[in-house]
């Protein structure tokens, strides 16, 4: 069977009376830009030096990305390299540690939650605690997942989310065990919702249909490429890999935008599957969670266009085009370089290379690593001498996305397996909120509106 895409009705026509309606809007939203300075407005919840404004507190994790010096002059920024600390743990060392021992992201996920790192006993007992979750209700498949045509696998999730509160016998009650309850359940659960996500649109693309059961005795990493291929297969580094990813995705503080959503929702007081499903309403958008997916149409069109990958000139000319407006999607941007919020270096990226490196040469794909590296060289001289900063991070997002590539992931489930990381943070932010803010998140609006008259019908 495959999804008819044709409409009986008009439901998504764009019709002459609807683009008039639009018309009627634009002509009374417009504000000023300036209008932002005039009432000091922080865009973006940030500083005009583009640090964010301090909204809460969090235990969970820290990014430190620069130092600030105060002089007669006022303060000033000085760029650093980047730090990302879970518990107060460099990231980087959960990964090292669990080299030749162990996959890490269980351990990292105990860590975010609990505040500390398990013992042995411990560990086990979490895995097995998560591996008993790892189970949907029956035919939830089939009565959910596959009900409606999966146009996005992010909607889709979500969508089996909220329904999950259906099957949940206390679904409402925010009292801390039974909310780590619904989150644990939900992070066991979180890579099959992926994957069925995934195989119902196969299907709906007129592919063969095949569903995998997680086993127990496998990590996050292995259950997620075991249930993702037909023959179930995978090597040791392919999975090494995936869980080194999920680690470093699984939080970057209580300010990016999907956890900060979390955050306000659960304020509320509303029920997890509510403040996840906002989570993943945030991380599906392309400025967050979508960035890979930017990436990788970028490295495609890259490919396209300059014909010898070596040639350190040819990729110049053509990064210039990019930035000139004159070729990709002409926004000027060279997507995965540059940050938000890290200065001098993504943390994240700087473990990750290690990793791309290792899996280029065991995939036979080092010619492509080169494309990749004199991009992200050239891409970072041209955009430092074109913004005058003598510093620029690569993103994670530059090279997650080849990763994910290398090891036979669809573009579609890219952000999907951001979420089957960042899952273990969202989980440890709301629990946070629901013991430490007692406040309903409520920031202010200036209305710029003037006011007027309210004209009777037969005078307008």
Not at 204 to 225: C, D, K, M, R, Y
Request: hydrophobic residues 35%.
């Amino acid at each position: 069977m495959i999804w008819n895409e044709k409409r009986e009705n008009a439901y998504c026509e764009i019709t002459p009376a609807l683009l008039a309606l639009k018309e009627q809007w634009e002509k009374k939203n417009y504000i000023d830009p300036r209008l932002y300075k005039e009432y000091n407005v922080k865009r973006g919840l940030r500083d005009e030096d583009g640090r964010g404004v301090l909204t809460g507190l969090t235990r969970v994790a820290e990014i430190q990305s620069y130092q600030v010096t105060s002089g007669a002059d006022g303060e000033h920024i000085i760029p650093a390299d980047g730090m990302l600390y879970y518990r107060g743990i460099d990231c980087r060392e959960l990964v090292k540690g669990s080299v030749n021992r162990r996959f890490a992201f269980e351990e990292t996920t105990y860590l975010l939650l609990f505040g500390e790192l398990p013992n042995a006993e411990q560990l086990q007992d979490f895995c097995v605690q998560l591996a008993s979750y790892r189970t949907l209700p029956t035919n939830f498949f089939r009565d959910v997942i596959m009900k409606a045509p999966p146009r996005d696998l992010m909607n889709t999730m979500q969508r089996a989310i909220l329904t999950l509160f259906c099957y949940d016998d206390k679904p409402n009650d925010i009292g801390l065990e039974n909310v780590l309850r619904q989150c644990l359940q939900l992070t066991a659960n979180m890579p099959v919702l992926a994957i069925y996500a995934y195989q119902a649109w196969r299907y709906s693309q007129g592919e063969s249909l095949f569903i995998h059961v997680p086993q127990p005795e496998l990590s996050t990493a292995e259950n997620f490429l075991r249930m993702l291929r037909e023959d179930r297969g995978y090597t040791p580094l392919e999975a090494r890999v995936l869980d080194v990813a999920l680690v470093l995705h699984a939080d970057h503080g209580g300010g990016n935008n999907s956890t900060f959503t979390n955050h306000v929702v659960t304020s509320s007081g509303t029920d997890t599957y509510s403040a996840i499903a906002a989570s993943m309403a945030s991380l599906k958008g392309p400025r967050h969670g979508g960035a890979n997916n930017k990436v990788m149409g970028m490295m495609d069109d890259i490919k396209l266009h300059v014909h010898h990958w070596d040639d350190q000139e040819e990729v110049r000319q053509y990064l210039t085009r990019i930035l000139n407006k004159e070729a990709f999607d002409r926004s000027g941007l060279i997507y995965g370089l540059g940050h938000a919020v890290y200065t001098k270096s993504d943390p994240r990226c700087e473990v990750f290379r290690d990793y791309v490196h290792r899996l280029a040469g065991e995939k036979g794909l080092n010619e492509e690593l080169t494309l990749y590296t004199n991009v992200e060289k050239i891409g970072k001289e041209l955009l430092m001498e074109r913004q005058h900063k003598s510093v620029l991070s690569t993103n994670i997002d530059f090279y997650s996305g080849f990763v994910y590539e290398m090891l036979g992931l669809p573009m579609e489930l890219y952000t999907p397996l951001f979420a089957v990381a960042r899952i273990a943070g969202w989980s440890a932010h709301r629990m946070e909120e629901l013991s430490s803010g007692s406040k309903l998140i409520r920031p202010r609006y200036e209305c710029v509106e003037e006011l007027h008259s309210y004209v009777p019908m037969e005078n307008r």
